[in-house]
């Protein structure tokens, strides 16, 4: 059997003789190379396929088995943690089959040919890569239930999920699409801010979003802004916090600045659970948690009580 070959001549053989010179040393080394390493047919090293099937869930540090943790909507087994998960697999969670992808053609320029320890067209590359995206959000239209809904999914693993021009771009496109179909629109936020590449051009989206979400209120058409962790920067200073109704998944860090910049300003010890979302609920800036497995039916039914009035 290949698993059990004996490439080191000194070893003895079934019958108790050496299979060749000895020099006594019992000191073997059973490291990558060692004798008793498996190998394979061809004599190579044999490899236990075993990365990436258990994961640590961050809450309560236990090890869970992948495929059970990607049954269970990313959501911890044990414990309840909300992983974070991506724009597409957020719009297929939350909208039925047969929706569809918009404004999926937009791509990020360099305006301020921005360098840090690396360009700013290089991080673009490498993020587009990864993710398959353009940039870091997903625009979609389809139906909730019995609900036609606009939605924008912001994908955190896009140089996380910062929003530049295109971000804000195609948020705009969603509230047009809403304002001239008067279906509601859901956003979806996960983002450390605004992007800092971008300089002004990123800041200037904070108020081209709101300007835009407050045509969506003057026209009575729902706003309903989901928000997941992180929620943070310039986003939490705009459209996340303008919704006609702001919900967030359990744990969620909601905030501005983070609760580390805000202890080192103020030198005090912020209480437990500072900026998450259990502890904005209770301080009133969020009007409901929900879990990610209820996500879907929270909404239908929050549709049913928002009902769109005829133009």
């Not at 974070?84 to 909208?95: F, S």
């Not at 353009?134 to 924008?152: E, R």
């Not at 979003?209 to 920067?233: F, H």
Request: aromatic share 6%; charged share 20%.
């Amino acid at each position: 059997m290949a698993w059990f070959k004996r490439p080191n001549p000194n070893l003895p053989s079934d019958d108790g003789e050496p299979n060749g010179n000895s020099n006594g040393d019992s000191n073997q080394d059973f490291g990558a190379e060692s004798t008793f390493a498996p190998v394979s047919d061809d004599g190579s090293p044999a490899r236990v396929r075993t990365e990436g099937l258990w994961v640590k869930c961050p809450g309560c540090r236990s090890i869970l088995f992948k495929a059970e943790l990607e049954a269970n909507l990313q959501v911890c087994v044990k414990c309840g943690h909300h992983f974070k998960i991506g724009a597409r697999q957020r719009i297929e969670l939350l909208l039925d089959p047969g929706y569809q992808i918009v404004d999926g053609n937009l791509r990020s320029t360099d305006p301020l040919s921005f360098t840090d320890i690396k360009t700013y067209k290089s991080r673009l590359a490498a993020a587009q890569k990864q993710t398959g995206l353009n940039d870091a959000i997903v625009n979609a239209i389809g139906k909730i239930g019995t609900h036609d809904v606009v939605i924008s999914a912001m994908e955190y693993a896009f140089i996380g999920g910062s929003m530049g021009a295109v971000v804000g771009e195609q948020i705009a496109r969603a509230i047009d699409r809403s304002l001239a179909t008067r279906h509601p629109l859901i956003i979806v936020a996960a983002s450390g801010g605004a992007r800092m590449m971008e300089g002004v051009v990123s800041l200037m989206q904070l108020a081209k979003v709101s300007v835009g979400l407050a045509q969506l209120d003057e026209a009575r058409i729902p706003y309903i802004c989901l928000l997941t962790d992180p929620t943070t920067g310039g986003v939490t200073a705009s459209f996340a916090m303008l919704g006609d109704l702001n919900i967030a998944e359990p744990g969620a860090l909601i905030g501005f600045a983070g609760p580390r910049v805000i202890e080192q300003t103020i030198r005090q010890k912020l209480p437990e659970g500072f900026q998450r979302s259990e502890f904005l609920l209770e301080h009133g800036f969020l009007d409901a948690v929900v879990p990610r497995s209820e996500l879907k039916s929270y909404l239908a039914r929050a549709l049913d009580f928002m009902a769109v009035p005829a133009a």
